[in-house]
């Protein structure tokens, strides 16, 4: 089943409860939630209270947690206690990758690995089997509004062929720069959980955009 996931870093935040509101009316399953710290990338975005909100206005929404943050290990717990469903973590700021995916699952969380444009998806060879999830990035994290990066569609087809040729079941999320125009690109890639935030709250028109999108997918 392919899953469109709405980035709130998109949303309006002066009125954050109505719009999640929309989401879930329009029948969004996932909701998105990128955590950035200011060093892995530049630029500082929401933490833990802003999360409990999102948790509470979420209703029975998986809530996708991607953080964007250095030694992500150190705030697992805190983001269980904060309703995360998802706990992505990169590859590039995780020093003990193993260890730290091991204790996304005992705390009761989906673990998932994300991985930059640059980033080669073998990084995940011998870890891949304990993912629930892979993120391919197709922008540079840190900001929202980028334009997809053509070649990360290249890795979205490789991972998806190492995940077939294993026969694991494990998702393949794509993040960064999703827009009506190419969606259907990045599902015929091989992505299943997809995220949009510009092209999802543009406008205003939430309800007419999500239509669209998951339309095409």
Not at 17 to 25: F, W
Not at 108 to 120: E, H, K, L, Q, W
């Amino acid at each position: 089943m392919n899953i469109l996931a709405p980035s709130i870093l998109s949303i309006d935040f002066n009125n954050m409860g109505r719009d999640i509101g929309r989401l879930l009316e329009s029948g969004i399953e996932y909701i998105h939630v990128d955590v950035m710290d200011g060093m892995f990338v530049p630029n500082i975005s929401f933490g833990p209270p802003v999360i409990k909100c999102v948790r509470e206005a979420a209703g029975d929404a998986k809530l996708d947690v991607h953080l964007m943050i250095e030694e992500p290990i150190r705030y697992i717990d805190t983001f269980k206690k904060c309703g995360a469903d998802m706990l992505t973590v990169h590859a590039e700021a995780a020093v003990h990758l193993d260890r730290t995916v091991n204790a996304i699952r005992e705390a009761g969380m989906r673990p998932a690995v994300a991985i930059n444009p640059a980033t080669s998806i073998h990084v995940l060879d011998d870890i891949l089997p304990l993912l629930d999830m892979v993120l391919i990035m197709t922008v540079n994290p840190g900001y929202g509004g980028q334009e997809l990066i053509p070649y990360t569609l290249d890795k979205v087809r490789a991972l998806k062929k190492e995940i077939d040729s294993r026969g694991l079941s494990t998702d393949i999320e794509v993040d960064g720069g999703v827009t009506a125009d190419n969606i259907s690109d990045v599902v015929d890639a091989g992505a299943n959980v997809i995220v949009a935030g510009s092209a999802v709250f543009k406008g205003g028109n939430i309800e007419e955009n999500v239509k669209e999108l998951k339309a095409k997918i």
